[in-house]
Protein backbone atom coordinates (compact mmCIF):
# COMPACT_ATOMS: atom_id res chain seq x y z
CA UNK A 1 0.00 0.00 0.00
CA UNK A 2 1.39 3.10 -1.34
CA UNK A 3 0.72 6.07 1.32
CA UNK A 4 0.73 9.68 0.03
CA UNK A 5 0.92 12.80 3.08
CA UNK A 6 0.76 16.45 1.81
CA UNK A 7 1.85 18.75 4.28
CA UNK A 8 2.18 22.65 4.11
CA UNK A 9 0.34 25.72 5.93
CA UNK A 10 -3.42 26.11 5.97
CA UNK A 11 -3.53 30.19 5.42
CA UNK A 12 -1.67 32.13 2.76
CA UNK A 13 -2.35 35.70 1.80
CA UNK A 14 -3.06 36.85 -1.11
CA UNK A 15 0.16 37.47 -3.74
CA UNK A 16 2.31 35.44 -1.24
CA UNK A 17 3.74 32.08 -2.20
CA UNK A 18 1.84 28.53 -1.38
CA UNK A 19 4.25 25.79 -0.77
CA UNK A 20 3.25 22.17 -0.01
CA UNK A 21 5.11 19.21 0.32
CA UNK A 22 4.14 15.43 -0.20
CA UNK A 23 5.94 12.63 1.32
CA UNK A 24 6.16 9.58 0.38
CA UNK A 25 7.21 7.46 2.79
CA UNK A 26 6.87 3.39 2.26
CA UNK A 27 7.78 4.05 -1.84
CA UNK A 28 10.60 5.45 -3.42
CA UNK A 29 9.61 8.22 -5.84
CA UNK A 30 12.61 7.65 -8.13
CA UNK A 31 11.64 3.72 -8.63
CA UNK A 32 9.16 5.06 -11.29
CA UNK A 33 5.44 6.62 -11.92
CA UNK A 34 4.67 10.07 -12.13
CA UNK A 35 4.10 12.21 -9.03
CA UNK A 36 0.84 14.87 -10.06
CA UNK A 37 -1.06 17.78 -8.09
CA UNK A 38 -4.62 17.99 -8.01
CA UNK A 39 -6.74 20.60 -6.65
CA UNK A 40 -10.26 21.01 -5.59
CA UNK A 41 -11.79 24.07 -4.49
CA UNK A 42 -15.00 24.33 -1.66
CA UNK A 43 -17.91 22.71 -3.49
CA UNK A 44 -16.31 23.14 -6.70
CA UNK A 45 -14.66 20.02 -9.76
CA UNK A 46 -11.24 18.60 -9.44
CA UNK A 47 -8.50 20.23 -11.46
CA UNK A 48 -5.27 18.91 -12.58
CA UNK A 49 -2.22 21.19 -11.40
CA UNK A 50 1.03 19.53 -13.16
CA UNK A 51 3.11 16.30 -12.82
CA UNK A 52 6.64 15.23 -12.53
CA UNK A 53 8.56 12.53 -13.38
CA UNK A 54 10.38 10.00 -11.51
CA UNK A 55 13.01 11.72 -13.94
CA UNK A 56 12.33 15.12 -13.53
CA UNK A 57 10.35 16.02 -16.50
CA UNK A 58 7.45 18.53 -15.48
CA UNK A 59 4.04 18.58 -16.88
CA UNK A 60 2.07 21.57 -16.14
CA UNK A 61 -1.57 22.70 -16.64
CA UNK A 62 -1.38 25.67 -19.10
CA UNK A 63 -3.53 27.74 -17.32
CA UNK A 64 -1.51 27.77 -14.59
CA UNK A 65 2.33 27.04 -15.84
CA UNK A 66 3.29 30.40 -15.47
CA UNK A 67 3.04 30.44 -11.50
CA UNK A 68 3.78 26.92 -11.09
CA UNK A 69 6.76 24.90 -10.01
CA UNK A 70 6.66 21.54 -8.86
CA UNK A 71 10.19 19.30 -8.00
CA UNK A 72 10.95 16.41 -6.65
CA UNK A 73 14.12 15.96 -3.61
CA UNK A 74 14.88 12.66 -3.56
CA UNK A 75 16.76 12.94 -0.66
CA UNK A 76 13.74 13.43 1.48
CA UNK A 77 11.51 11.11 -0.53
CA UNK A 78 9.30 14.05 -1.37
CA UNK A 79 7.27 16.21 -4.10
CA UNK A 80 6.92 19.54 -3.63
CA UNK A 81 4.65 22.06 -5.14
CA UNK A 82 5.16 26.15 -5.53
CA UNK A 83 2.49 28.29 -6.57
CA UNK A 84 3.65 31.90 -6.56
CA UNK A 85 1.25 35.24 -6.43
CA UNK A 86 -1.63 33.19 -5.07
CA UNK A 87 -5.37 34.82 -4.86
CA UNK A 88 -8.65 33.73 -3.15
CA UNK A 89 -8.98 31.39 -6.55
CA UNK A 90 -6.44 28.79 -5.41
CA UNK A 91 -7.80 28.10 -2.13
CA UNK A 92 -8.76 24.51 -2.64
CA UNK A 93 -8.07 20.98 -0.90
CA UNK A 94 -4.45 20.15 -2.83
CA UNK A 95 -4.32 16.62 -3.31
CA UNK A 96 -1.37 14.78 -4.57
CA UNK A 97 -1.26 11.66 -6.56
CA UNK A 98 0.50 9.14 -8.13
CA UNK A 99 -0.12 7.89 -11.57
CA UNK A 100 1.05 6.52 -15.01
CA UNK A 101 2.33 8.17 -18.32
CA UNK A 102 -0.33 9.92 -19.76
CA UNK A 103 -2.38 10.49 -16.66
CA UNK A 104 -3.25 6.59 -16.70
CA UNK A 105 -3.99 4.72 -13.28
CA UNK A 106 -4.33 7.32 -11.18
CA UNK A 107 -4.22 4.76 -7.87
CA UNK A 108 -3.00 6.11 -4.83
CA UNK A 109 -3.87 9.57 -3.40
CA UNK A 110 -3.07 11.64 -0.63
CA UNK A 111 -6.22 12.70 1.87
CA UNK A 112 -5.69 16.28 0.61
CA UNK A 113 -5.08 19.84 2.76
CA UNK A 114 -7.01 22.68 2.90
CA UNK A 115 -5.02 25.85 1.71
CA UNK A 116 -6.81 28.89 2.08
CA UNK A 117 -6.14 32.08 0.30
CA UNK A 118 -6.95 35.19 3.01
CA UNK A 119 -5.52 37.85 4.31
CA UNK B 1 -15.95 25.85 -16.98
CA UNK B 2 -14.53 22.30 -17.15
CA UNK B 3 -12.98 20.85 -20.54
CA UNK B 4 -15.09 17.50 -20.16
CA UNK B 5 -19.19 17.88 -20.11
CA UNK B 6 -20.57 15.54 -17.70
CA UNK B 7 -24.36 16.21 -16.18
CA UNK B 8 -24.75 17.95 -12.95
CA UNK B 9 -26.82 14.93 -11.08
CA UNK B 10 -27.83 11.02 -11.80
CA UNK B 11 -30.16 9.12 -9.98
CA UNK B 12 -31.33 5.70 -9.65
CA UNK B 13 -32.84 3.37 -7.52
CA UNK B 14 -31.53 0.49 -5.92
CA UNK B 15 -30.96 -2.95 -8.46
CA UNK B 16 -30.99 0.10 -11.06
CA UNK B 17 -28.54 0.68 -13.35
CA UNK B 18 -27.44 4.69 -14.40
CA UNK B 19 -24.80 5.70 -17.06
CA UNK B 20 -23.08 8.66 -16.68
CA UNK B 21 -21.45 10.76 -19.84
CA UNK B 22 -18.58 12.66 -20.11
CA UNK B 23 -17.99 14.52 -23.79
CA UNK B 24 -15.23 15.86 -25.05
CA UNK B 25 -13.34 16.67 -27.97
CA UNK B 26 -11.18 15.70 -31.09
CA UNK B 27 -8.22 16.53 -29.02
CA UNK B 28 -8.87 14.74 -25.71
CA UNK B 29 -11.21 11.78 -25.50
CA UNK B 30 -11.70 11.32 -28.98
CA UNK B 31 -7.85 11.23 -29.31
CA UNK B 32 -6.52 8.68 -26.88
CA UNK B 33 -8.33 5.74 -24.84
CA UNK B 34 -6.78 7.40 -21.62
CA UNK B 35 -10.21 8.24 -20.14
CA UNK B 36 -10.56 7.21 -16.06
CA UNK B 37 -13.28 7.63 -13.95
CA UNK B 38 -13.21 8.62 -10.51
CA UNK B 39 -15.49 8.16 -7.10
CA UNK B 40 -15.63 10.42 -4.52
CA UNK B 41 -17.82 10.62 -1.19
CA UNK B 42 -17.73 13.96 1.17
CA UNK B 43 -14.78 15.22 2.81
CA UNK B 44 -12.78 12.24 0.71
CA UNK B 45 -10.24 12.01 -1.58
CA UNK B 46 -11.28 10.45 -5.17
CA UNK B 47 -10.74 6.95 -5.63
CA UNK B 48 -9.92 5.36 -9.31
CA UNK B 49 -13.24 3.12 -10.65
CA UNK B 50 -11.84 2.92 -14.27
CA UNK B 51 -8.36 3.62 -16.39
CA UNK B 52 -7.94 3.73 -19.56
CA UNK B 53 -11.73 3.64 -20.66
CA UNK B 54 -12.39 0.33 -19.22
CA UNK B 55 -9.96 -1.34 -17.13
CA UNK B 56 -10.82 -1.91 -13.46
CA UNK B 57 -8.26 -1.52 -10.64
CA UNK B 58 -8.23 -4.67 -8.10
CA UNK B 59 -10.66 -4.23 -5.78
CA UNK B 60 -13.45 -2.40 -7.64
CA UNK B 61 -16.94 -3.90 -7.90
CA UNK B 62 -17.77 -5.25 -11.82
CA UNK B 63 -20.58 -3.81 -11.66
CA UNK B 64 -18.54 -0.59 -12.57
CA UNK B 65 -17.72 -0.73 -16.06
CA UNK B 66 -16.18 2.04 -18.83
CA UNK B 67 -16.80 2.67 -22.19
CA UNK B 68 -16.25 5.21 -25.35
CA UNK B 69 -17.54 6.15 -28.34
CA UNK B 70 -16.25 9.25 -30.36
CA UNK B 71 -15.60 11.88 -28.37
CA UNK B 72 -17.80 10.78 -25.52
CA UNK B 73 -17.24 8.12 -22.40
CA UNK B 74 -19.36 6.48 -20.54
CA UNK B 75 -19.85 5.39 -16.82
CA UNK B 76 -21.90 2.60 -16.04
CA UNK B 77 -23.04 1.18 -12.51
CA UNK B 78 -25.36 -1.91 -12.30
CA UNK B 79 -26.97 -3.37 -9.32
CA UNK B 80 -27.38 0.08 -7.39
CA UNK B 81 -26.22 0.44 -3.83
CA UNK B 82 -26.77 2.80 -1.45
CA UNK B 83 -22.79 3.62 -1.23
CA UNK B 84 -22.68 4.29 -4.76
CA UNK B 85 -24.26 7.90 -3.86
CA UNK B 86 -21.13 10.30 -4.20
CA UNK B 87 -19.55 12.47 -6.97
CA UNK B 88 -17.98 11.13 -10.33
CA UNK B 89 -15.89 13.15 -12.48
CA UNK B 90 -14.55 11.53 -15.79
CA UNK B 91 -11.03 12.49 -16.67
CA UNK B 92 -8.55 12.09 -20.11
CA UNK B 93 -5.19 12.71 -21.51
CA UNK B 94 -5.04 15.62 -24.34
CA UNK B 95 -1.74 16.54 -25.91
CA UNK B 96 -3.15 19.72 -26.73
CA UNK B 97 -1.70 22.58 -26.35
CA UNK B 98 0.81 20.49 -24.46
CA UNK B 99 0.30 17.22 -22.89
CA UNK B 100 -2.39 17.89 -20.18
CA UNK B 101 -5.09 16.31 -17.88
CA UNK B 102 -8.48 17.50 -17.79
CA UNK B 103 -11.27 16.82 -16.05
CA UNK B 104 -14.97 16.98 -16.10
CA UNK B 105 -17.59 18.81 -13.97
CA UNK B 106 -18.62 16.38 -11.75
CA UNK B 107 -21.85 14.22 -11.50
CA UNK B 108 -23.63 14.03 -8.56
CA UNK B 109 -24.86 10.47 -8.32
CA UNK B 110 -28.29 9.97 -5.80
CA UNK B 111 -29.21 6.50 -4.86
CA UNK B 112 -33.03 7.01 -4.23
Known amino acids: QVQLQESGPGLVKP ?39 HSGTTYYNPSLKSRVTISVDTSKNQVSLTLRFVTAADTAVYYCARHLAYASRTDYWGQGTLVTVSS | QSALTQPASVSGSPGQSITISCTGTSSDIGAYNYVSWYQQH ?20 DRFS ?17 EDEADYYC ?12 F ?8 L
Open chain 1, 15 to 53: SETLSLTCAVPAYSISSGYYWGWIRQPPGKGLEWIGSIS
Open chain 2, 42 to 61: PGKAPKLMIYEVSNRPSGVS
Open chain 2, 104 to 111: GGGTKLTV
Open chain 2, 66 to 82: GSKSGNTASLTISGLQA
Open chain 2, 91 to 102: SSYTNSPTPNWV
